[in-house]
């Protein structure tokens, strides 16, 4: 992970953009910023582990360091941070992401999918500035993440109080993220939220930009009125495609002990008949161009245990500018953003980069942005994995995995390896002492990392 640091130029991408210490004695900003990232990396889940790296010979050894940050070191770090150097931070992520973005294939650039969602980060702790109760009744913060969904790396991180609403400063963010995919040289771009992410008075300008969005929207009366008096031959079934490809015989699913279990205690249950998709067009308040709405008809059974007691109709919808595309298609379009909650999954309780560990809520949104730079360079790893020469298409297949791994299994597999470090010389030697099955990915990832980027 450290060469690849220094390989994509992050380390002086970071030196250069982001100035908090006054003085370099003995660390620079890139040291402090590396250090949480790797104490992550090697399976740290708070600063105080950052003690057992700083006191481990052969870390350092690997590392080339005679010294890391102490745990309380790295949390005066976080708290010198203002806005505009947090800012700054992210920007030389982002920057140092370019680079390893057009070392990626032609088809990479077809289409930028940026996502964006809110998260609740709780927090037990009753002396942190910023925080406040969520309207699920928990105290911390509601960070908002813009992420690509191609890679799954988080464009822009913003922490905010906890009783912000989700949508509250998205559309910056969003304009940040197709910006930075335009400079990638991305051909299409597309924006996707659910209901509260709509951002009605943008709509017009992201059509005018040539931006494909697609947004939930809210069940609201007109909208249901206007779905109820579409004509019946306007609705066709939505069939849901399969969750995943059978590769060998199809087995006998195991019987259904919840439904069982539901049956007999008589709970009321609702079980989804049949899905039905329509469209219509539609004019938000606060627009002046007429957009596309592909609603989805839910035939809903409500029973109570054996006994089948009425059917309820329920609707959702999705607002596009997108006047092609067939509607079954943006349904599932829209439904796969649902696949940014495994990201904030893993940011939550994989990389615990939402653990808010310090006492102000910029110090808080410093080290989120600094630990989700571990999920980054997991990212960056995959990407920058070749896919050339006579096994192009199992290369591509293992980058493929590598990049949806979830954070856990990269360190099992990549990173938690029994290795002997041997310093000799002017040289540092790694003797891995084990094998696995995803040892030949890792060689072939440190034989991409030789030398600088020439992009």
């Known amino acids: 992970m450290h060469r690849l640091a220094r ?3 992050l380390i002086e991408e970071i030196d250069r953009r982001v100035v908090v210490l006054k003085r370099h ?4 900003e890139s040291d402090h910023v590396l250090g949480i990232a790797y104490n992550i990396l090697c399976g740290g889940t708070c600063l105080q582990d950052i003690e057992f790296r700083r006191t481990n010979e052969v870390h ?3 590392l080339g360091a005679q010294r890391i940050p102490d745990p309380t070191t790295a949390g005066d770090f976080c708290r010198r941070f203002e806005e505009p150097a947090i800012e700054s931070l992210m920007m030389a992520f982002n920057e140092t992401r370019l680079r390893v973005w057009r070392r990626q294939p032609a088809a990479f650039f077809q289409e930028a999918m940026i996502d964006a969602d809110g998260t609740l980060a709780e927090t037990t702790g009753e002396c942190k500035e910023g925080m ?11 960070p908002l993440v813009v992420s690509l969904a191609n890679t799954g790396e988080p464009l822009c991180l913003v922490n905010r109080s906890g009783n912000r609403p989700s949508h509250e400063g998205a559309a910056d963010r969003f304009d ?3 910006a930075l995919c335009r400079r990638a040289g991305f051909r299409r771009i597309t924006f996707r939220g659910d209901t509260d992410f709509t951002q009605t008075r943008h709509l017009d300008r992201w059509d005018a930009q040539g931006i494909r969005f697609i947004f939930g ?8 009125e206007l779905a109820e008096l579409l004509p019946g031959k306007a609705w066709t079934r939505l069939v849901r495609r399969d969750k995943y490809e059978v590769r060998t015989e199809v087995r006998r699913s195991p019987a259904n002990v919840k439904d069982v279990k539901v049956i007999e205690h008589d709970f009321k249950n609702l079980r989804l008949r049949s899905e039905d998709v329509a469209e219509f ?9 007429t957009y596309r709405v592909v609603v989805v008809r839910k035939n809903i059974s409500v029973e109570q245990g054996a006994q089948r007691l009425f059917d309820d109709v329920r609707y959702f919808f999705y607002l596009t500018n997108d006047r092609k595309t067939p509607a079954p298609t943006i349904v599932f379009l829209a439904n796969d953003r649902c696949n940014q909650e495994n990201l904030l999954e893993q940011l939550k309780n994989g990389v615990q980069a939402m653990r808010m560990p310090v006492d102000t809520l910029l110090s808080n949104w410093a080290y989120m942005v600094m630990a989700s730079l571990a999920w980054t360079l997991k990212a960056w790893f995959a990407l920058l994995l070749s896919e050339e020469g006579r096994w192009a298409a199992r290369h591509a297949r293992e980058k493929r995995d590598v990049l949806r791994m979830e954070f856990r299994t990269f360190l099992n597999a990549f990173m938690r390896v029994p290795a002997q470090v041997v310093r000799t010389g002017r040289c540092v030697i790694f003797r891995l002492l084990s094998w696995n099955s995803w040892q030949h990915v890792f060689l072939r990832g440190v034989d991409q990392l030789h030398g600088r980027m020439l992009c």
């Open 7 to 9: 390989h994509t130029g």
């Open 25 to 28: 004695l003995p660390y620079h």
């Open 60 to 62: 350092l050894d690997a």
């Open 132 to 142: 406040d109760i969520s309207h699920k009744g928990t105290w911390g913060y509601h």
């Open 176 to 178: 940040q993220a197709a």
């Open 217 to 224: 929207s809210d069940a609201r009366a007109n909208l249901i």
């Open 281 to 289: 067009a539609y004019r938000p308040v606060a627009c002046k161009t």
